[in-house]
């Protein structure tokens, strides 16, 4: 779960809260690793399938959209800014700067 919130960007207690209700709604399954124990399978159910498909093409939409109101040049900023920020943000907790 610690691995999946970290690539979420989803603080760990959040998504354990989260992924329950997903799963009581079909979106997600999950199931003990049976190699460890210890750690948890979490995976996309087939109607969590059905949703992020129709998301990816509802997002591409979107950036689509924002490229034609900002030009593809500073929507690329846009993107660096954040990026940088992410980064800004790892470092500080990382180092306990939080």
Do not use: N
């Amino acid at each position: 779960m610690f691995d999946l919130s970290e690539r979420c960007f989803i603080q760990p207690p959040s998504l354990s809260r989260t992924i329950p209700l997903l799963v009581t709604r079909g979106l997600v399954r999950r199931s003990t690793d049976p190699i460890d124990q210890r750690r948890v399978v979490v995976g996309l159910s087939r109607q969590g399938r059905g949703l992020y498909q129709a998301m990816v093409a509802e997002s591409a939409k979107i950036y689509a959209q924002l490229e034609a109101d900002f030009g593809a040049s500073r929507l690329a900023e846009i993107y660096s800014i954040l990026d940088s920020l992410v980064a800004e943000f790892e470092e500080a907790g990382e180092s306990g700067d939080e």
